[in-house]
């Protein structure tokens, strides 16, 4: 399609330069060519020249907005194709089907004033619609001696031959949009990834723990609140015992040391009973690390567990982490 345009805009830019060879004037009207009407004529003449400027710049302006639109629909599916390994494309996909839709559409209205067979326009002055256009916005000036080409008439002249179809406006806006938000998701996602790859190789010790007693604890949690991963810290820093989702597939419970520090004499075989936010059950500690502050999300893994609670050693950046699985 760009390439089909490329051409269209030189067709009509030689076409535009070399008017009285493709166009002869005396054809737009018998009545240009009889010599008592030389200075109509003579008016005429210019303002189908006129026009012709209008039209070439028009369709130039439209040809650029289609070449615009592919370029940015082009760009959107490499977007999309490197970031559905990472991310959801359904979105950013359906913008690219309305965008082409929209170049569709554009396309439908440059050629409107084309003819199916320009060699034959000067026997066919009737079926070319550009020279039906010139006619109509000129022929006042055939009419009369008298007219000074008010404002009316060049106004008339000038008028765009072309309009941009409704929606294309929206639909590279959405575009654009959408592909930005798409590219940024995915970056985030391969970046989580990578991280959890690094946090992994780096190795965390599992803390050794000792036999665990012949009459195990028992520690009550009780979950007052629940978060996605963006908002876990602001939610266990107003002092919630708070599920925190992760997206890792292991439910995670936090909690500060301030507010409850039970998480730090737990120990392999004790038993944990938790309530609140759909996760009431009894759990038995079955694993624990040691970590410091920063530590990827992936730590999670190491555990061994179906589930996890966390909370901090006071006034330092270490960590314990406890691994628990659910027996009731």
Not at 247 to 267: A, Q
Not at 278 to 303: E, H, M, Q, W
Request: aromatic share 8%.
């Amino acid at each position: 399609m760009v390439k089909k345009s490329f051409l269209r805009v030189t067709a009509m830019t030689v076409a535009a330069a070399t008017a009285l060879l493709v166009y002869p004037f005396f054809m737009d009207t018998p009545a240009v060519a009889e010599q008592d009407h030389s200075e109509r004529g003579d008016r005429f003449r210019t303002c189908s020249e006129t026009v012709r400027e209008v039209f070439a710049a028009n369709e130039l302006q439209l040809v650029a907005l289609e070449i615009n639109l592919q370029n940015r629909i082009a760009g959107a599916e490499n977007v999309s194709k490197s970031a559905s390994q990472y991310v959801e494309t359904g979105e950013l996909d359906g913008a690219i089907s309305v965008a082409r839709n929209a170049v569709t559409l554009v396309n439908a209205e440059i050629t409107k004033f084309e003819t199916s067979d320009r060699s034959r326009v000067a026997e066919n002055r009737l079926k070319d619609p550009l020279a039906q256009e010139v006619t109509k916005r000129c022929a006042i000036f055939l009419q009369t001696d008298e007219l000074e080409s008010p404002r009316d008439v060049i106004d008339g002249m000038r008028a765009n031959f072309f309009q941009v179809p409704l929606g294309v406006s929206q639909a590279i806006d959405s575009l654009e949009e959408t592909s930005n938000a798409t590219k940024g998701a995915a970056l985030a996602e391969k970046e989580r990834l990578a991280e959890i790859a690094r946090a992994a190789s780096r190795g965390v010790n599992r803390v050794r723990e000792p036999d665990a007693p012949k009459t195990p604890s028992t520690w009550n949690v009780h979950l007052t609140a629940s978060s996605h991963w963006e908002n876990c810290q602001a939610t266990i820093d107003r002092g919630h015992w708070a599920y925190c989702d992760y997206d890792m597939g292991i439910p995670w419970f936090g909690v500060h040391t301030s507010v409850n520090s039970t998480v730090l004499r737990m120990k392999i075989g004790d038993i944990v009973k938790i309530t609140g936010q759909g996760f009431d059950g009894t759990y038995k500690v079955v694993s624990s690390l040691n970590a410091r502050f920063p530590v990827a999300a992936s730590i999670l893994y190491k555990l061994g567990s179906g589930y996890a609670l966390q909370t901090c050693y006071p006034g330092a950046m270490n960590m314990r982490l406890v691994g628990i699985d659910k027996i009731g």
